[in-house]
T-cell receptor, first 112, second 113 residues
Framework: NAGVTQTPKFQVLKTGQSMTLQCAQD?????MYWYRQDPGMGLRLIYY???????DKGEVPNGYNVSRLNKREFSLRLESAAPSQTSVYFC???????????FGQGTRLTVV | KNQVEQSPQSLIILEGKNCTLQ??????????LRWYKQDTGRGPVSLTI?????NTKSNGRYTATLDADTKQSSLHITASQLSDSASYIC????????????FGAGTRLFVKA
């Protein structure tokens, strides 16, 4: 009964370092998403995958890459972290676009 | 421009009291509107989802209303509890061929004993 699982929960990076955020869902959902949440702002879509084998840019894709590894897993990579990428990152999944989304617990990332 | 605006930004109420949170949107063509609850340090959890033809949806002490003509929604919380302290996020989806989903910035609710 895990739902959406994200790892890690916390991470501190130095400017220029790279890292991958992992996300897995066990609900057999087709669509998966990566969002970032900054203080005073709504969640903003970074990338999404409407179905296995497809990925598309969202509202704020610059500085990120994604991989839909299989139906369960969707990873987010920061190639060269910048302080502007300090944020809380959420992975989510849904049956399809525009339907109820289920969120992971979030990854709090700090870039110094 | 597709936007979702929520008010108030924050709200403090006493335990046991009722409150109403507002959401105005300009997203079109409208597909559905959802309210999420986000506890501190956690991911959002869905409370209600409403389509164009629905104007009220309840989930326990939470009741959401939708006026698609004026593009307004509200979330009413009855007999508040300390555990209702959280952010409440209004989310609107548009069906533009694919789906476009816009999140409001949320209302931060504090329930005090």
């Amino acid at each position: 009964n895990a739902g959406v699982t994200q790892t890690p929960k916390f991470q501190v990076l130095k400017t220029g370092q790279s890292m991958t955020l992992q996300c897995a869902q066990d609900m057999n959902h087709n669509s998966m998403y990566w969002y970032r949440q900054d203080p005073g702002m709504g969640l903003r879509l970074i990338y999404y995958s409407a179905s296995e084998g497809t990925t598309d840019k969202g509202e704020v894709p610059n500085g990120y890459n994604v991989s839909r590894l299989n139906k369960r897993e969707f990873s987010l990579r920061l190639e060269s972290a910048a302080p502007s990428q300090t944020s809380v990152y959420f992975c989510a999944s849904s049956v399809g676009g525009g339907t109820e989304a289920f969120f992971g617990q979030g990854t709090r990332l700090t870039v110094v | 421009k597709n936007q979702v605006e929520q008010s108030p930004q924050s709200l403090i109420i006493l335990e046991g009291k009722n409150c109403t949170l507002q959401c105005n949107y300009t997203v079109s063509p409208f597909s559905n509107l959802r309210w999420y609850k986000q506890d501190t340090g956690r991911g959002p959890v869905s409370l209600t989802i409403m389509t164009f033809s629905e104007n009220t949806k309840s989930n326990g002490r939470y009741t959401a209303t939708l006026d698609a003509d004026t593009k307004q929604s509200s979330l009413h919380i009855t007999a508040s509890q300390l555990s209702d302290s959280a952010s409440y996020i209004c989310v609107v989806s548009a069906n533009t061929g694919g789906f476009k989903t816009i999140f409001g910035a949320g209302t931060r609710l504090f329930v005090k004993a």
